[in-house]
């Protein structure tokens, strides 16, 4: 499918242009590093194989999971930065190895490529069971498991998140394939009832804006209980006319977080303040088809010439932009991609065994 028209916001050629930026920074054995000699992460590497299926660019989408999967652990783990094929930092991420999931799946929906499926289902299904063998008992799966890192070792909200969406990914790829996972079902429940119930297991970064929408991006929360999240936060991050701050107390519009918040908000119908987002993040737009990464402020007033800092369009954010405008005017089965309809939404486990015990009784 083309590209989108959004009117009066950014047209399918600026868009082409941004999708050719991300290949221009792909290289030959298919990573895709932040920038140009910078290093390179797998969740963020996702993100941009899914802006360039949405391109078109398949070919490259596909060079990249080949990428991915040659550097991929024997336990099923990635770590969290590489240079090249040489690990940068050896921190173990659970939701960096979880999200390939959702990756793959959005690359099988864009091409139906089943040797595709096919061959990197030992990856998914590989990093998926070790982010579960790192699950708590009560739901939450930490974000760094190296045995070795002794501090900040918790769970957090914005990670356990996008692993819940990335377990439902994986659990429609199981289903398609005839590999019944129902574990990871169960697994699955146990976290959505921890992102929803139990906020108290997770590590304090409610000043950080990722904190406040994802369990809404990542498919946790939706009906009323997400709408009130945006209402009740909406004023600690939402700066009118501009954009989402990465923190909360902090002078910084982001365009990655704004992206996401415009996903999050199409995600549970709230198109027309979606819309209204994306409409204000394209001052971070760059002659050349890229976005800055964000924008200092001082008093609600923005520095337009200069500002900008770092001075950087990473290959992530120009994804987020990507990804964003096409679930506003896009169509087809990714379009709709991020409001994961239609996923598994878990096993309770409590109530599996109560059901037993009525039939044994």
Known sequence: MPLPDIDGIVSSAELDATVELIVDHQLDD?????????????????????????????????????????????????????????????????NVTAYLANGVLHHYLSTGDDRFLRDNWPMVADGIDF???????????????DPTRQIWRGALLTGC?????????????????GDERPDWELSLGS????????????????????????????????????????VERWPHFVVEGRGVRCVSDRPWITAAETCELVLALDAIGE?????????????????????????????????????V?????????????VLAAHALAGSGLTASFFRYEGLAEGLDRDAILADIRRVAE
């Open 271 to 307: 198109r027309d303040k979606a819309l209204e987002l994306f409409g204000w993040v394209q001052f971070l737009r760059a002659d050349n088809g890229g976005y800055w990464t964000g924008m200092n402020f001082d008093d609600d007033t923005f520095h337009l010439d200069g500002a």
């Open 30 to 94: 298919g990573n895709i590093p932040w920038i140009p000699g910078g290093h390179t992460d797998p969740w963020n590497m996702v993100e941009a194989a899914m802006a360039l299926d949405i391109g078109g660019r398949h070919t490259e989408a596909e060079a990249a999971y080949e990428w991915l999967r040659r550097i991929q652990r024997p336990d099923g783990a990635f770590h969290a930065y590489y240079i090249g094929n040489d690990v940068e930092d050896v921190t173990i991420d659970t």
């Open 161 to 177: 998140s996008s692993i819940h969406a990335s377990i439902r990914c994986a659990v429609l790829l199981a289903e398609h394939l």
């Open 191 to 230: 976290l959505a009832h921890a992102i929803e119930h139990r906020t108290e297991v997770f590590l304090d970064k409610d000043r950080w804006a990722m904190d406040w929408y994802y369990p809404i991006l990542g498919g946790a929360l939706r009906g009323e209980a997400a709408w009130w999240r945006i």
């Open 131 to 145: 982010c579960l063998d790192h699950q708590a008992e009560s739901g939450e799966i930490v974000w760094s498991a």
């Open 309 to 321: 800092y770092p001075e950087e369009q990473p290959t992530w954010n120009l994804a987020a932009v």
